[in-house]
């Protein structure tokens, strides 16, 4: 039997703790300490009975894990995965990768040229539901992919903005919310070319968008429509819809529908429409719902994150994806900012 992989994790603020929990509870992982400065992450590692270290070279210096989760806030991603990567530990980095492209470019850069694995926390892609949405696209069960659309709908109550940094610049549901769904759409469909978007703050005024409308073209061809706002109280969102987190309520909704020449597919429920015989609006179409065994997909990343350290996986999500997609949020606020298409090299 293989011995359990020793990682660390890098921050045990929200998300933090998530992982903290997901490495405790898998058989392939054990947590060897919990890196944060502040008080109640050194509770916390007494509670769980770990080592506990204010900083990654305070770490360095008593012991080295074989793997990091860097869960820190956005703005010291860089930072600390460059520490990670230069110590030769593979890491996995808590999404967005970096504030901005170019520093995830200097990320993903350094750790192609160390050698060093670097993976990004889009979880959902872990999802048995997107893998097997992923099977049934890739298997030409849908046939050509001709038009996709994405639903990111919910309402942040007015004490979320009670916290200043919530109400500025980048912390709005594009950077915050919908790289989640572009990441899946990335996935399901393939890489993103150019977009047009609009923004709107008119409801409560602050810095931040809090409604985007945005046009997608994939190198495919095919073409897609995304709408995200934290002003509408619906039911049509991943985090609705999925049944992933037990935080939010679970609909019987949809929030992706994925359209191609052979059938069309609606996601998480994963319903595949198609025709009998033929393609053809005269001809009688019918319902599949494909089989699928759930599973958490925080989990399933953990597990990934060890087979890649032993060498017996590779990354579901690697450093160059997460950056693919940070370079298509960047370039909607762009197109929403100048109102022109903009192309994604």
Not at 74 to 101: F, M, R, S, W, Y
Not at 326 to 339: P, R
């Amino acid at each position: 039997m293989l011995q359990p992989v020793n990682l660390a994790v890098l921050g045990a603020g929200l998300i933090g703790k998530r992982h903290i929990e997901h490495v405790l509870s898998q058989a392939d992982a054990k947590l060897m300490a919990i890196v944060d400065p502040s008080p109640t992450a050194r509770a916390l590692a007494e509670e769980k009975a770990v080592a506990w270290y204010p900083d990654f070279a305070a770490m360095m210096e008593i012991q080295k894990p074989e793997g990091v989760i860097i869960a820190t806030p956005n703005q010291l991603h860089v930072e600390n995965g460059l520490a990670c990567i230069a110590a030769g530990v593979p890491t996995l980095v808590e999404k967005p990768i970096a504030d901005d492209v170019a520093g995830a470019t200097t990320l993903v850069e350094a750790a192609e040229r160390a050698c060093v694995p670097l993976m990004v926390g889009h979880h959902r892609r872990h999802n048995p539901l997107i893998q097997e949405a992923k099977q049934a696209i890739d298997d030409g069960r849908l046939g050509q992919i001709v038009s996709v659309h994405g639903t990111c709908w919910f309402f942040k109550p007015d004490e979320y903005f009670e916290v200043p940094w919530r109400r500025e610049k980048g912390a709005g549901p594009v950077f915050l919310n919908l790289i989640h769904d572009v990441d899946l759409l990335r996935y399901l469909c393939g890489d993103i070319v150019s977009v047009q978007a609009l923004e709107s703050n008119a409801l409560r005024g602050n810095a931040v968008e809090e409604t985007a409308v945005i046009l997608l073209r994939f190198a495919s061809g095919a073409m897609g429509t995304m709408n995200v706002s934290d002003t509408i109280a619906a039911p049509w969102s991943w985090e609705f819809t999925s049944g992933e987190n037990p935080a939010y309520s679970h609909t019987q909704e949809t929030c992706y529908w994925i359209g191609g020449t052979r059938g069309s597919l609606t996601v998480p429920y994963l319903d595949l429409w198609r025709h009998e015989t033929e393609s053809n609006w005269w001809k009688p179409i019918a319902r599949e719902r494909l089989p699928v065994i759930s599973k958490d997909p925080l989990g399933l990343q953990v597990r990934n994150l060890c087979e890649v350290i032993r060498g017996a996986a590779a990354p579901v999500v690697s450093g160059r994806e997460g950056l693919k997609t940070l370079k298509v949020i960047a370039a909607v606020k762009e197109a929403a900012a100048s109102g022109r298409a903009i192309e994604i090299l």
